[in-house]
T-cell receptor, first 110, second 119 residues
Framework: SQKIEQNSEALNIQEGKTATLTCNYT??????LQWYRQDPGRGPVFLLL?????KEKRKERLKVTFDTTLKQSLFHITASQPADSATYLC?????????FGPGTRLSVLP | GAVVSQHPSRVICKSGTSVKIECRSL??????MFWYRQFPKKSLMLMAT?????????EQGVEKDKFLINHASLTLSTLTVTSAHPEDSSFYIC???????????????FGNGTRLTVT
């Protein structure tokens, strides 16, 4: 069966450092992968998507990589700020089918 | 950008009563909406896919008689939790995709969720 994992339940980093979150999956061949941010008590908000034939995507301080051989995506936040503290979810997408990972709760410490 | 509005944001009800949650797409038409449930510190669990003008498709293990879904128009889907019990207490979130979504890889647009507490 499909399985999607995110590297850790929680990640603490110091302000200004780069946060790296990992999304690994098995038994699935997504057409593309999306990353969402979720704040407590709110719905997820879309951040970035990357297609299966793309290696890397950037948006401001965010960078996503996608390795379909390793079945892994890395999500980087550079120059992290306390306002980046949230839970980040990866989602594998194929057509109308979305499969979400369990999320990583990121805390950026001032 | 596409906005999905969900109401109410919080509801407390007594065991045995029913609760209706509304999900609206404000600036686009959504033939399909998705209903999720989320437990604390857990990921989103898809409950059902709501299809405008037809029956909803429920995921395995989700009771269709317990969680009634109605998608009566292109901008409104409702989830009714019938005869609610304390174990139904959870965070329920709806989402929708722009109709061009599949062709243009658009993301899901989520409502802000409904915190249901059954006492």
């Amino acid at each position: 069966s499909q399985k999607i994992e995110q590297n850790s339940e929680a990640l603490n980093i110091q302000e200004g450092k780069t946060a790296t979150l990992t999304c690994n999956y098995t038994n699935y061949s997504p057409a593309y992968l999306q990353w969402y941010r979720q704040d407590p008590g709110r719905g997820p908000v879309f951040l970035l998507l990357i297609r299966e034939n793309e290696k890397e995507k950037r948006k401001e301080r965010l960078k996503v990589t996608f390795d379909t051989t390793l079945k892994q995506s890395l999500f980087h936040i550079t120059a992290s700020q306390p306002a980046d503290s949230a839970t980040y979810l990866c989602a594998l997408v194929n057509g109308q089918n979305f499969v979400f990972g369990p999320g990583t709760r990121l805390s950026v410490l001032p | 950008g596409a906005v999905v509005s969900q109401h109410p944001s919080r509801v407390i009800c007594k065991s045995g009563t029913s609760v209706k949650i509304e999900c609206r797409s404000l600036d686009f038409q959504a033939t399909t909406m998705f209903w999720y449930r989320q437990f604390p510190k857990k990921s989103l669990m898809l409950m059902a896919t709501s299809n405008e003008g037809s029956k909803a498709t429920y995921e395995q293990g989700v009771e269709k008689d317990k969680f009634l879904i109605n998608h009566a128009s292109l901008t409104l889907s409702t989830l009714t939790v019938t005869s609610a019990h304390p174990e139904d207490s959870s965070f329920y979130i709806c989402s929708a995709r722009d109709p061009q979504g599949v062709a243009y890889n658009s993301p899901l647009h989520f409502g802000n969720g409904t915190r249901l507490t059954v006492t």
